[in-house]
């Protein structure tokens, strides 16, 4: 009898909170004998894999790499050729900024069988968990999602050319970067350009700055805003509706 493939499940574990997985992603868990997993998955999505599973933390934090890219990439088809029901379980969406395809090229290439589970991913969950619509009839008419940080160390020169439409600008990974985003806004749009930076989104530990190109820099400092977070940028950011804690009325909210 002819024997089947190695196999791979790449998994999207959602933007931070374990309840924002999707079923099939949880049964994957569930299932799995082996999950090689990230930095940003949340550890009670790993008390859901099974007492005999295999688990492998193969995390990236800025400054420190459990693994190379290289490794990971290796480490996949060690395990693929000896277990079934392998899950690389990645944070988000895997294949937004998640190099999820890169790893699905490089295992398929050596005779793995792999299929993809999407995952919510943070470039439109963050904005919705902190109120703030990426999309408004009569604000503006798309959204650009765009990463922060290349891998030369600079900002994305895609950043310019959004910066020239009206659309609503989603930054992943460019917290580090966010003084030379906000002087570029500036010039583009204006100083009083809103931007919201968004801090453990969907997580209880959710913080939202909000200001404007000439301000935000500031008020993240004086916040202790660190990674992970995102940037958003845009009119949408001034129509930011929260809920009312004491009421089921949501109220509008300018300054976070």
């Given amino acids: 009898m002819k024997q089947s493939?190695?196999?791979?499940?790449?998994?999207?574990?959602?933007?931070?909170?374990?309840?924002l997985i999707t079923m099939k992603g949880?049964?994957?868990?569930?299932?799995?004998?082996?999950?090689?997993?990230?930095?940003?998955?949340?550890?009670?999505?790993?008390?859901?894999?099974?007492?005999?599973?295999?688990?492998?933390?193969?995390?990236?934090?800025?400054?420190?790499?459990?693994?190379?890219?290289?490794?990971?990439?290796q480490l996949l088809v060690f395990y693929a050729e000896r277990h079934n029901q392998v899950v690389r379980l990645k944070g988000g969406d895997p294949f937004v900024f998640g190099r999820?395809?890169?790893?699905?090229?490089?295992?398929?290439?050596?005779?793995v069988r792999v299929d993809v589970i999407p995952g919510i991913s943070s470039s439109y969950s963050a904005p919705s968990c902190a109120g703030i619509p990426l999309t408004r009839r009569g604000v503006n008419e798309s959204f650009w999602v765009v990463t922060g940080t290349v891998s030369s160390g600079k900002i994305s020169e895609d950043l310019n050319k959004a910066a020239e439409s009206n659309a609503t600008i989603i930054v992943l990974m460019g917290l580090s970067h966010l003084e030379e985003i906000a002087n570029l806004i500036s010039i583009a749009r204006g100083v009083n350009e809103p931007l919201a930076v968004i801090q453990h989104a969907t997580l209880p530990t959710q913080k939202v700055v909000i200001g404007t190109a000439s301000n935000i820099y500031e008020r993240t400092l004086s916040d202790n805003i660190s990674s992970?977070?995102?940037?958003?940028?845009?009119?949408?950011?001034d129509l930011r509706l929260v809920a009312n804690s004491n009421s089921e009325i949501f109220e509008k909210a300018y300054d976070g």
């Fill in 228 to 237: 992970p977070a995102i940037i958003v940028i845009g009119e949408v950011v």
């Fill in 100 to 111: 999820g395809h890169e790893e699905m090229e490089y295992v398929a290439r050596r005779g």
């Fill in 26 to 73: 949880l049964n994957a868990i569930r299932n799995a004998n082996v999950i090689l997993y990230d930095a940003l998955v949340s550890p009670e999505l790993i008390k859901e894999a099974p007492s005999r599973c295999k688990l492998v933390y193969v995390g990236k934090r800025k400054g420190h790499k459990e693994f190379s890219q290289t490794e990971i990439n």
């Fill in 5 to 19: 493939k190695p196999s791979l499940l790449i998994v999207g574990a959602g933007p931070g909170d374990p309840d």
